[in-house]
């Protein structure tokens, strides 16, 4: 994407001491502004809050917020376990975390070196996630050009899955820009993903900057534009995917499943092999975060929408099963059918395939 003004995240080193710097996602589209991390208990809150999130990037905030306490002298095995508890769904959080925190005990867990140890590692991870969001927007792109031969693609998003949210060019979202840039893209549909509005906050930002011809849509609004015959994919990220193949996704993603599967439309979830967990059998084993209710009952904070008192239900996640994917586009390569075998193929092989 066009590149940010203020990066979604950066490492700064003032002469009072190290920093991690966010670009505060909550006040987009509103205005760029920085939040600034000096210890973990306020990257834990940013993490929290949403100032800093998707997947990846939870992973590489997560490695340096590892750093970020080695650095300035905090209990480092603590502030992991903070860290990594943070939120539960996204498995590149908890594992950015312990690959810094791993880093900083083989360097012997104390001082300087070790701080370095864990700087390092954080710095890599970063890389290689830039790396990925590449790769998986070559190969996306390579797979939108099989499945939809005709070319003009009207696709529709969920959430945000684009620089906001990784090292690089983001996961689902890297792939329309490629789609975008080879002059293939005739729609973006935009979710509006109630109730924090990634879609119409984010991914529209993303996309405005990138020129792209985007709508964005209430989310109830889906069923009749598959109707209309208006959509040729759907592209989502994920935060953590079972080794059978389930998807977790923001929630919304696996009624737009239903949809596509319904209408025999793709459903094509691009995420890192990062966002694989193979230690979880299948999706009913993926904790799904439960998050505040008046993040449904406000329409944003202090602008309440229901009665005083209502209840509310919000998860922040669902999960799409296996059957309902057409493909999940990695680094690595692209697993389709998606299923266990093929899940664990392409996950094995090398960094460079
Ligand atoms: O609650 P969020 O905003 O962190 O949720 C993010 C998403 O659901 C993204 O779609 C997901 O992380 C995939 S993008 C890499």
């Known amino acids: 994407m066009a590149d940010l003004r203020v990066p979604a995240l950066r490492w700064a080193e003032p002469p009072h001491g190290p920093v991690l710097v966010l670009l505060d996602q909550t006040r987009l589209p509103a205005e760029e502004a920085e939040y600034v991390c000096t210890d973990v208990p306020a990257l834990v809150a940013a993490i929290q809050s ?6 990846p990037l939870l992973g590489i905030a997560g490695a340096y917020g590892v750093a970020l306490a080695a650095a300035r002298g905090y209990d480092v095995p603590e502030a992991a376990r903070l860290l990594a508890e943070a939120r539960p769904t996204a498995v590149n959080l908890a594992r950015g975390v312990w690959r810094a925190e791993a880093a900083h005990r083989a360097a012997g867990g104390d001082g300087p070196a070790a701080a370095e140890a864990a700087l390092a590692e954080a710095r890599a991870l970063h890389r290689e996630e830039t790396e990925a969001s590449d790769r998986m927007a070559a190969l996306g792109a390579e797979l939108l050009a099989e499945l939809l031969p005709g070319g003009g693609y009207r696709l529709l998003t969920h959430c945000n899955t684009g620089a906001l949210v990784s090292g690089g060019n983001g996961t689902a979202f890297a792939v329309v820009a490629a789609a975008h840039r080879a002059g293939e893209l005739r729609r973006l549909w935009v979710d509006e993903t ?23 849509l209430a989310d109830a609004a889906a069923g009749s534009l598959f109707a209309a015959g208006e959509v040729d994919a759907v592209l989502i ?30 459903f094509v979830v691009v995420a890192p092999v990062s966002t694989v967990d193979r230690e979880t059998v299948d999706g009913r084993g993926i904790r799904i975060e439960e998050r505040p209710g008046h993040e449904v009952t406000e329409i944003r904070p202090g602008a309440p929408v229901t009665p005083v008192g209502a209840l509310a239900y919000n998860p922040a996640f669902d999960v799409t099963p296996p059957e309902l994917v057409t493909a999940i586009v990695t680094e690595r390569g692209v697993v389709s059918p998606v299923d266990r075998g093929n899940l664990a193929e392409v996950c094995s092989r090398s960094r460079s395939t």
């Open 194 to 216: 109630r109730p924090l509005l990634q879609g119409a906050r984010l991914t529209a930002y993303e996309a405005a900057r990138e020129e792209m011809p985007y709508a964005v």
């Open 237 to 266: 990220g994920a935060d953590r995917i079972a080794a059978d193949g389930s998807v977790a996704n923001k929630v919304g993603s696996y009624p737009l499943a239903v949809l596509a599967g319904h209408h025999g439309v793709p």
């Open 50 to 55: 949403l100032v800093v999130r998707g997947a």
